[in-house]
């Protein structure tokens, strides 16, 4: 965080002045709403690309609550916040069937990759089976950093392993190392242990502290990585921002909010597929 500085009340008024002045076509009107999201569409810098040109259009505040998939669903919940982005299906398919959220529709895809150091002590790289990765991996005993965390990414490394047929409970603490941690804390804990590690791409892409870390296992289509948007449905939340909600999903599935999201990207590389469809 950056250094805060003693600021005189002269200047300290002045400070909010400005920014009142850049913020009310935003909350003039008092509307805003909040956005129970992964750790990986803010890290990716996703969100500080496109709710600039959201805001602009509609004077709708967007607060994201980034957080790992399975606590932005408990969040959702729990009513605290309008809207759903996250990246396990199954679970949001889940909050949908229990009456939580309203519609579940796509919005992006990308995909997951396995990273690890340059040594490759399983020796994994070039696979584009992932299975067969997570096996050889623990059969050789290869740290491995997890999230441990329930997010979106954790739960299809752990559908991974289970499809390896490796008994991720009796190696952790040993070999498997939980970090309870977001993706970007993950990756810096892998790149510390010298450990393969399973994280989006966008991520990857966006991540500054890689070292000497490559990219071994990518391109099955096991790892495939969809993302959904849900509205929090009122039924259950009755304090959720219904309108407004609405306008920010159905912008996300809009041509414009489809072609932003299309057009972000770091290094040249877009990090973000986006194919979702206007109802």
């Given at each position: 965080m950056?250094?805060?500085?003693?600021?005189?009340?002269?200047?300290?008024?002045l400070a909010l002045a400005v920014a009142a002045f850049h913020t009310a076509p935003?909350?003039?009107?008092?509307?805003?709403?909040?956005?129970?999201?992964t750790t990986s569409t803010q890290n990716s810098g996703l969100y500080d690309y496109m709710l600039p040109i959201f805001e602009k259009k509609t004077g709708i505040k967007v607060n994201v609550v980034a957080v790992g998939t399975g606590q932005a669903i408990k969040n959702a919940q729990n009513c605290d916040g309008d809207v759903l982005l996250v990246h396990a299906k199954p679970a949001e398919e889940k909050f949908v069937s229990a009456g939580f959220g309203v519609k579940r529709s796509d919005v992006m895809y990308n995909d997951f990759i396995v990273v690890g150091p340059p040594a490759d002590p399983a020796k994994v790289g070039g696979m584009k089976d992932?299975?067969?990765?997570?096996?050889?991996?623990?059969?050789?005993?290869?740290?491995f950093a997890?999230?441990?965390?329930?997010?979106?990414?954790?739960?299809?490394?752990?559908?991974?392993?289970?499809?390896?047929?490796?008994?991720?409970?009796?190696?952790?603490?040993?070999?498997?190392?939980?970090?309870?941690?977001?993706?970007?804390?993950?990756?810096?804990?892998?790149?510390?242990?010298?450990?393969?590690?399973?994280?989006?791409?966008?991520?990857?892409?966006?991540?500054?502290?890689?070292?000497?870390?490559?990219?071994?296992?990518?391109?099955?289509?096991?790892?495939?990585?969809?993302?959904?948007?849900?509205?929090?449905?009122?039924?259950?939340?009755?304090?959720?921002?219904?309108?407004e909600a609405q306008v920010f999903i159905d912008w996300v599935l809009?041509?414009?909010?489809?072609?932003?999201?299309?057009?972000?990207k770091l290094n040249g590389l877009q990090l973000f597929f986006p194919n979702g469809k206007s109802s």
């Open positions: 950056k250094h805060l500085k003693r600021i005189t009340f002269g200047a300290a008024a935003a909350q003039a009107d008092g509307k805003s709403i909040i956005v129970q999201s992932a299975p067969k990765a997570f096996k050889m991996i623990g059969d050789a005993k290869a740290i997890s999230r441990g965390d329930n997010s979106g990414t954790h739960k299809k490394e752990v559908r991974l392993w289970k499809a390896a047929g490796v008994d991720i409970k009796k190696a952790s603490g040993e070999w498997y190392r939980e970090t309870g941690s977001g993706m970007g804390a993950t990756l810096n804990a892998a790149v510390g242990m010298g450990a393969y590690a399973l994280t989006d791409r966008a991520t990857w892409i966006s991540f500054k502290n890689k070292g000497d870390y490559k990219i071994q296992v990518e391109g099955d289509k096991q790892l495939f990585n969809q993302y959904g948007i849900i509205m929090v449905n009122p039924k259950k939340c009755p304090k959720v921002k219904q309108a809009s041509k414009d909010g489809q072609d932003t999201i299309a057009s972000y």
